[in-house]
């Protein structure tokens, strides 16, 4: 896979996004412009340097509309759309890198596309919730769960939860608790990265199995 091209592909899907939320806001009557901080690899690398520099009194206001959004205006829809692209190119050019590198070690072997890319996905969206939950310990963000994302993993705890009651000392509540713990530590942190990289295995590997499935349908 070209790393630039995909790249490309994503970071206009995820400015996309950053769009529809921005719609979402406007027909909520809600100030938020840009509140989808995951996936976002490039923000959470710049985020915590400039937070090793001791700059975040000076990032109060970009903190601010970070965690809860911005006043939906020409000038912040502009940025949010360049931050979104920004972002997704970055996200999907490492995930390209990681696929590639992959394509390499498993050449010649019969190693199926869709789990290389699943696998791919899952190490950048690790990395990116990582990110996330190190930035929501450093700056005091106000996040308790994965609701603010569409992730395959919260999708399914929120099902079983609408369909069955869970008993509170199960293995699946406990699991849950994980899922949605509040970043107050570095283990804390490592474990939304390891819910993000299983997150993003499934995700990838789901879309990317429909996505070649259509394409050989499609294809003459």
């Known amino acids: 896979m070209n790393a630039i091209k995909f ?20 027909l909520n009557g809600v100030p938020t412009a840009w509140v989808e901080l995951d996936f976002r690899f490039f923000t959470g690398i710049v985020l915590i340097i400039l937070h090793s ?11 601010s509309y970070s965690q809860f959004g911005m006043p939906v205006n020409a000038l912040n829809t502009i940025i949010a759309l360049i931050t979104g692209f920004i972002d997704g190119y970055v996200s999907g050019f490492f995930i390209t890198i990681f696929y590639n590198m992959f394509s390499i070690i498993f ?6 596309a869709a789990l290389k890319f699943g696998i791919a996905t899952g190490i950048v969206l690790g990395i990116c919730s990582g990110l996330l939950a190190l930035i929501s310990m450093l700056y005091n963000f106000e996040i308790t ?16 939860s609408n ?14 608790e994980s899922y949605l713990l509040f970043p107050h530590s570095y283990g804390d942190v490592m474990e939304w990265a390891l819910w993000g990289l299983v997150d993003g295995f499934i995700g990838g590997a789901i879309l990317s199995f429909l996505f070649l499935k259509t394409k050989g349908l499609l294809r003459p």
Not at 7 to 26: D, Q, V
């Open 7 to 26: 790249g490309l592909y994503t970071g206009i899907l995820w400015a996309g996004a950053s769009l529809l939320l921005i719609e979402l806001s406007i």
């Open 107 to 112: 050449e010649g072997k019969r190693f199926p």
């Open 53 to 63: 520099f001791d700059m975040e009194a000076y990032l109060s206001t970009i903190i």
């Open 163 to 176: 369909i069955t009651q869970i008993p509170g000392d199960s293995l699946l509540s406990s699991a849950m």
């Open 145 to 160: 769960s994965f609701d603010f994302a569409i992730r395959p993993v919260f999708l399914a705890f929120s099902t079983v």
